[in-house]
């Protein structure tokens, strides 16, 4: 599990921070309008819905590792595509969203599962903080490097690069076991599992309407007020290191304290983090925002997740894959809102803080007892 880790920190942390805060970017900056943008989002994200059920009927059949080993095809491939579109335009555009959906849900089906299967419910804040931490230190400083990177030698040369990174992430799936999903695809299963987990389906389409305001619209509205990459990635790197900061901070007390009031104090303080994104204009006012909204965000996400996750045991893969129902749903709320809200996108961030209101009155049920067995995974040693 510890090479799932690794690869994890490699490939999504450092390898996915190069690239993934700068691809609205890039596609505005080759001329693309906004409202393309978002539709490119819209596509790729419903791809993702799609592709989770093949994701997941494939690791029926060759196991979660060897659907892992797929996935870097996909992401080749997408990064190609993304190269190409600087020569050519039209419906190129959309087949790099749908060919990008896939490898995004053959990398997340799979990982989520292995995580669920052997994280400690007994510590999942602590576990939850370390798998966020591991990633986040990887690529700590990637935005900014792929900022530079994007400036100095061209976005051509910051996909090769992030190219390469991910062929060195490959290397640590090599020796791992082999475990397979088990899920049914079937009508009556699929009402029992949204049946009992109803209250998690819905907290999760408010959790990803502010968690993809964070990650997209947020550095368009900062690029469109700044008009530099290299700002972008400062920011990129500034929220994650915001980020990193607070799960070392309350990762380590995060499973001792009350969960439901740490993630409503996390709400309340993204809420006025949000006014206050509303009315920023200068470079001083986005960077300032960038730390609050990584300092808050994984404030409330590390209670949150550590809910959830242990809540998924019950479910494993039936739950984690239905899930993605309303994470994709929340998703695509967002980029309508920011195309019908064209003229002034940050009236998104207004919607963000509105829907956290939710979590004032969120009251996720008891903790179920586990039906999944695994060993325990030991996140205390070093990856």
């Known amino acids: 599990m510890r090479n799932i880790l690794k690869m994890h920190a490699l490939s999504s942390g450092f390898a996915g921070a190069l690239v993934n805060v700068f691809i609205p970017i890039y596609l505005l900056t080759l001329g693309y309008s906004l409202v393309a943008v978002m539709l490119f989002l819209i596509v790729r994200h419903a791809v993702i819905l799609l592709s989770a059920f093949g994701a997941v009927f494939v690791s029926n059949k060759v196991g979660l590792v060897r659907t892992l080993w797929i996935r870097f095809g996909f992401l080749f491939l997408y990064l190609f595509l993304l190269y190409l579109l600087q020569r050519e335009d039209g419906l ?13 849900a053959f990398y997340w089906i799979p990982l989520n599962v292995l995580f669920t299967r052997h994280a400690d ?10 798998f966020f931490v591991l990633p986040e230190a990887a690529g700590l400083l990637a935005p900014l490097i792929g900022g530079f990177v994007a400036v100095l030698f061209g976005f051509s040369a910051l996909f090769v690069f992030a190219f390469l990174v991910n062929i060195g992430a490959v290397g640590f799936l090599g020796d791992l076991a082999q475990e397979k999903t ?22 999760e389409f408010f959790d990803n309407i502010t968690e993809e305001t964070v990650g997209i619209i947020f550095p368009i509205v900062a690029y469109f007020s700044l008009l530099s990459i290299t700002d972008i990635g400062a920011i990129g790197t500034l929220i994650s ?3 990193m900061i607070v799960t070392l901070a309350i990762g380590r007390f995060a499973d001792r304290y009350d969960k439901k009031k740490m993630l409503r104090l996390g709400a309340v303080l993204l809420i006025g983090t949000w006014f206050l994104a509303f009315w920023t204009q200068s470079a001083i006012g986005f960077y300032a925002i960038s730390i609050l909204l990584g300092f808050f965000l994984r404030f409330f996400l590390i209670p949150y997740n550590a809910l959830l996750y242990a809540n998924a045991k019950t479910d494993d893969a039936q739950f984690l894959v ?16 920011a195309i019908f809200f064209v003229a002034r996108l940050e009236f998104v961030f ?7 209101v939710y979590f004032f009155f969120f009251n996720p049920p008891a903790q179920k007892s586990n039906v999944i067995s695994a060993t325990p995974m030991d996140l205390s040693a070093p990856p």
Request: net charge positive; no cysteine; proline share 1%.
């Open 182 to 203: 088990h899920f049914q695809f079937s009508f009556t299963r699929f009402k029992q599992v949204w049946h009992r987990n109803k209250t998690y389906f819905v907290s």
């Open 121 to 130: 419910t007994k510590a999942m804040a602590k576990q939850i903080s370390r």
């Open 241 to 243: 290191l915001g980020m």
């Open 350 to 356: 207004l919607a963000a803080a509105l829907t956290l």
């Open 322 to 337: 239905l899930r993605e129902l309303p994470v994709i749903s929340a998703r695509i709320f967002v980029f309508l809102l």
């Open 92 to 104: 190129l555009m959309y087949l790099v969203a749908i060919v990008g959906g896939i490898e995004a």
